[in-house]
């Protein structure tokens, strides 16, 4: 899971364009200053660019925190 999570700040990095940001299970949009309903798209397409993955729009949607999101992509890896 380590690699997944330095990964995914890599991602947030580049799409909040802050590299002060560190995700980890329990980061939240709430978190994330500019972590918005756009950017939450945009996000999760980067995501599953990083990772060849693809999320359905119930994932998405129900994914809490970014541990979920870790958990769904180690899955699918």
């Known amino acids: 899971m380590d690699e997944i999570y330095e990964r995914l700040n890599g991602v947030f990095r580049n799409v909040f364009d802050d590299d002060s940001i560190t995700v980890n299970e329990d980061t939240t949009a709430d978190d994330i200053?500019?972590?918005d309903s756009l950017n939450h798209i945009t996000l999760v397409?980067?995501?599953?660019?990083?990772f060849g993955v693809r999320f359905t729009m119930?994932?998405?949607s129900g994914m809490k925190n970014v541990g979920e999101m870790?958990?769904?992509i180690k899955e699918r890896m």
């Open 33 to 35: 200053e500019d972590w």
């Open 45 to 50: 397409d980067a995501v599953e660019s990083e």
């Open 58 to 60: 119930g994932e998405v």
């Open 70 to 72: 870790a958990k769904i």
